[in-house]
């Protein structure tokens, strides 16, 4: 059973309003990049393949990090990690500010990266430990927020960083430090609050059970199908992401267009993890993302075929609708890790399937740059369209996994 709302001073879902603060602060790190790229770039005198090797450098830091802040979570509790998370985010945006080398701006990139993953893997888990019934709705609103807070922050980034790109990133960072520490000051994980961390009371979702550790998810053939389509719909989506304003230019779209499709994925990411998180809680999880990956697939498709006749409202409706089927993923997958492997490591093995989005760094930035530059850019995003119909197929094959307590991790 999930928590009684009596169990805390104040109402859970508080903890999911805070955990969403925080989560849109550290989501500006990934979302902003595609309008700061190119001021960044002018700055330290990065050429494009420069660039698109930096947004991979931040979704490795970003990866890589979520594992040991994980592990500290699921035993420690959240508090310390979110706020060292902020510091990081807040810092890596300091860098951007003075940076005048690419090996500076790498340097930014790293240690902003590390803190993003950091307040990623707190916020991402705080509804996975505290809901059992609406856990899908739950996460999609904190994953909402990865997004949505850039939503409304693009457009005034783009003018900002026109007129003066330090003080933009210094106020960005600014942003969120503030959130970051006010979230770290309110949340907190149902085992460290209450009189049994057992699974005995209501206090959280109940414990009791096989509690598997991510040795012993990584054996069962569920983590690897989950593991490849993560990495495939981060791909395909950090290529929407990173290259959406060069996209629209290269089909010689309108600057509004291209500003526009920022905005719109943005958009799209936010409202399908709502939209998806709580179809997930009404039909099957696994079922929910297989669909909606393959109308993902035909969305991009449409995008194409749009932005390649001139239609700029089309293929800004197209990347949006893209975006908004690629993301209520990431409203399930915490949930299905929690589901299938149980709550009390639930951190850090969400921590190690989201290492699938290494590879898919590697295909949205660096790959998808050398892509572009041998098959163009439509035949590259047809490509990305065939991956995701493919993860979507993949995902009907999923069942849930038969915990032994033979296989339990202490």
């Known amino acids: 059973m999930a928590v009684a709302d009596d169990a805390l001073p104040f109402s859970r879902w508080w903890l999911v309003v805070v955990g969403a603060l925080a989560m849109g602060a550290a989501g500006t790190y990934q979302f902003v990049w595609s309008s700061i790229r190119g001021p960044l770039g002018a700055q330290v005198g990065a050429s494009e393949a420069t660039l698109g090797t930096l947004f991979t450098l931040l979704i490795v830091a970003q990866t890589l990090s979520q594992f040991p802040a994980g592990w500290i979570r699921d035993r420690y509790g959240p508090r310390v990690p979110l706020f060292v998370g902020g510091l990081l985010i807040t ?20 240690v902003g990266g590390a803190g993003a993953g950091t307040v990623y893997t707190v916020a991402i888990n705080t509804p996975v430990k505290w809901f059992d019934e609406r856990r899908g709705l739950a996460t999609g609103i904190v994953t909402m927020t990865y997004s949505g807070l850039s939503v409304a922050l693009i ?75 993560f990495a495939v719909l981060n791909g395909v989506g950090l290529m929407l992401v990173e290259k959406a304003i060069a996209f629209a230019d290269g089909l010689g779209l309108s600057a509004a267009a291209a500003t526009a499709a920022a905005s719109t994925i943005a958009l799209g990411d936010s409202a399908g993890v709502i939209a998806g998180g709580g179809a997930a809680d009404r039909f099957s999880p696994t079922r929910t993302v297989g669909v909606a990956l393959l109308l993902s697939a035909l969305s991009i498709v449409g995008a194409v075929v749009g932005g390649g006749q001139g239609l700029g409202t089309a293929f800004v409706l197209m990347v949006g609708v893209a975006a908004f089927f690629r993301s209520p993923a990431f409203a399930v997958f915490p949930g299905l890790v929690g589901e299938y492997y149980g709550t009390a490591h639930s951190s850090e093995n969400y921590a190690v399937l989201y290492t699938g989005k290494l590879w898919g760094s590697v295909f949205g930035g660096v790959a998808t740059s050398v892509l572009v530059a041998t098959l163009g850019w439509s035949r590259s995003f047809l490509l990305g369209a065939g991956l995701l119909a493919l993860a979507g197929l993949a995902m009907f094959a999923v069942e849930p996994v038969e915990r032994t307590g033979e296989n339990e991790h202490p």
């Open 155 to 229: 457009p005034a980034i783009r003018g900002g960083v026109a007129g003066s790109f330090e003080a933009s990133v210094l106020v960005l960072g600014g942003i969120v430090a503030v959130s970051c520490i006010a979230a770290a000051l309110v949340v907190r994980d149902p085992e460290t609050y209450g009189p049994d961390a057992n699974g005995d009371s209501t206090t959280g979702v109940d414990h009791r059970g096989p509690q598997y550790g991510w040795r012993d998810a990584v054996r069962t053939w569920q983590f690897w199908v989950l593991y490849v389509v």
């Open 91 to 110: 810092a890596g945006y300091g860098v951007f500010a003075v940076a005048s080398t690419p090996a500076v701006a790498a340097g930014g990139i790293v």
